[in-house]
T-cell receptor, first 115, second 114 residues
Framework: GNSVTQMEGPVTLSEEAFLTINCTYTATGYPSLFWYVQYPGEGLQLLLKATKADDKGSNKGFEATYRKETTSFHLEKGSVQVSDSAVYFCALSLAGGTSYGKLTFGQGTILTVHP | DSGVTQTPKHLITATGQRVTLRCSPRSGDLSVYWYQQSLDQGLQFLIQYYNGEERAKGNILERFSAQQFPDLHSELNLSSLELGDSALYFC?????????????FGPGTRLTVT
């Protein structure tokens, strides 16, 4: 089946530190890949996406590159801020079959950034 | 604000009861998805509708049912509630049902079963 594995958390960083959250996937077919962010008490917000191999998604200083050879989609940010503290979810979606359109999520990584 | 609205925000009910959660998708979106978020199961896909028709089903219990109405809003019905049904229920919408379509999430309904 399809699955997403994220690095164990929580992750605690100081402001302006470099962030990497690892994400690997298993899928039958060619998935689209997403990063969603959930701030406390809120719903999920789409952070970025990539739909084919070697695509780079980017938004608000965050980046992730779709690596088909390593089945990975790691999230990076060069300099985190306190306001980036949230839960980050990696997800995949397939275009066909019984999985049509549904998102399969990783377990989420809690990020806390200290001033 | 994603443009997806969900009501109610919070719901507290007793075991054995039935509740209805409501979702209004973003203007122009035809596809609606329901997800359940719990501490032990994480985020799980329940069911998807596209323009009124069921498109895909996930790990949705037989006690749960959903539908999408002609005005495209959707309702998730949960019956014979158990303590384990306590969770956050999210609705999401997208323009098209395809795999690359971006899904926009509502703020969720927190269900507590006592």
């Amino acid at each position: 089946g399809n699955s997403v594995t994220q690095m164990e958390g929580p992750v605690t960083l100081s402001e302006e530190a470099f962030l990497t959250i690892n994400c690997t996937y298993t899928a039958t077919g060619y998935p689209s890949l997403f990063w969603y962010v959930q701030y406390p008490g809120e719903g999920l917000q789409l952070l970025l996406k990539a739909t084919k191999a070697d695509d780079k998604g980017s938004n608000k200083g965050f980046e992730a590159t779709y690596r088909k050879e390593t089945t990975s989609f790691h999230l990076e940010k060069g300099s985190v801020q306190v306001s980036d503290s949230a839960v980050y979810f990696c997800a995949l979606s397939l275009a066909g079959g019984t999985s049509y359109g549904k998102l399969t999520f990783g377990q989420g990584t809690i990020l806390t950034v200290h001033p | 604000d994603s443009g997806v609205t969900q009501t109610p925000k919070h719901l507290i009910t007793a075991t054995g009861q039935r509740v209805t959660l409501r979702c209004s998708p973003r203007s122009g979106d035809l596809s609606v998805y329901w997800y359940q978020q719990s501490l032990d199961q994480g985020l799980q896909f329940l069911i998807q509708y596209y323009n009124g028709e069921e498109r895909a089903k996930g790990n949705i219990l037989e006690r749960f049912s959903a539908q999408q109405f002609p005005d495209l809003h959707s309702e998730l019905n949960l019956s014979s509630l158990e303590l384990g049904d306590s969770a956050l229920y999210f609705c999401a919408s997208s323009v098209a049902p395809g795999g690359s379509a971006e899904q926009y999430f509502g703020p969720g309904t927190r269900l507590t079963v006592t």
